[in-house]
């Protein structure tokens, strides 16, 4: 029980990939917060995982809320004692192409993505210096960071890029408190968003789902998507004492679509 006397706060943990990491955290030991937009998958999730025999609570949050993620940070530690783990992972995007990218699409994307995962690792961040017992903060980027060809769209590209650069500046900045932070680069996930993504995409394109998969499955080395229980085995190992002298890295699941 690797876990076991461990808070773990996992934002967009309602559904997908922060649902799944959750689980392992639960099945793991630690005590749970689970945090979305979405008030109903949070409280179900959370009920689901307290069946474990671990604490889990849900709180309501729109992560683009600064205040909102201070209230969380507050309900978390007044209900459960700490903050050990952040999976920091709420995260949104769609189908733009670049020529229609407009301000509001900017902002949207970015104002969840990049802002909103900005000042949740801060302000968890700061909780985890009073309680001066170190930590583990963990954000969900995309190997659309990185330069993968076929994102959604260049302004989700953009945020996850931001994360990618926020993961190094807070590494260096939380060494010094036994803070590891360190980000996940997911390739294609089949999880609520990318089902969203095909749907749309295969109106447009006039092609189904199940064909956009495959000519997207096509571009995977290893020939195969994630599901969700891949990215979340990553984030229990860099949450677990396996990877104490790991920090500021990110790392890909992705089949091998990005070699760096
Ligand atoms: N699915 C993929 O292919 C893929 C690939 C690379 C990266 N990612 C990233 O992984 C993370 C999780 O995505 P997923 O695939 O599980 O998608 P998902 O849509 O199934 O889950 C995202 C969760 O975030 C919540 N959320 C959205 N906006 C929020 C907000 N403003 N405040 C709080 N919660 C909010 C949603 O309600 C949902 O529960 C995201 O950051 C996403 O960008 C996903």
Not at 84 to 112: M, Y
Not at 137 to 152: L, M
Request: charged share 20%; with cysteine.
């Amino acid at each position: 029980m690797d876990f076991e006397g461990k808070v773990a706060l996992v934002t967009g943990g309602g559904r997908g990939i922060g649902k799944a990491a959750a689980t392992k955290f639960a099945e793991g030991g630690a005590d749970i917060v689970i945090a979305d937009i979405d008030p109903h998958t949070a409280k179900d999730t959370a009920e689901g995982l307290s069946a474990l025999g671990v604490r889990a609570v849900s709180i309501s949050l729109d992560i683009g809320d600064i205040g909102q993620i201070e209230s969380m940070v507050y309900e978390a530690v007044s209900k459960l004692g700490s903050v050990d783990i952040l999976f920091n992972n709420a995260g949104l995007t769609r189908h733009i192409s670049f020529f229609d990218i407009e301000e509001d699409h900017w902002d949207q994307i970015n104002r969840v993505n990049a802002k909103g995962a900005f000042f949740c690792m801060q302000k968890v961040a700061n909780q985890m210096v009073k309680q001066a017992r170190g930590g583990r903060i963990i954000n969900t980027a995309s190997i659309a960071g990185k330069g993968y060809r076929r994102t959604s769209n260049a302004a989700y590209a953009a945020s996850k890029g931001a994360v990618i650069a926020m993961t190094h500046n807070a590494a260096s900045v939380m060494a010094e408190y036994d803070v590891n932070v360190n980000a996940i680069c997911p390739g294609i996930v089949q999880t609520d968003m990318l089902a969203n993504i095909l749907s749309l995409r295969s109106t447009e394109l006039g092609a189904s789902s199940e064909e956009l998969k495959a000519l997207m499955t096509e571009e995977i080395p290893l020939g195969r998507p994630n599901d969700a229980e891949d990215v979340a085995a990553l984030a229990v190992f860099l949450a677990g004492p396996g990877s104490r002298n790991i920090t500021g890295q990110a790392f890909n699941v992705d089949g091998g679509m990005i070699m760096h």
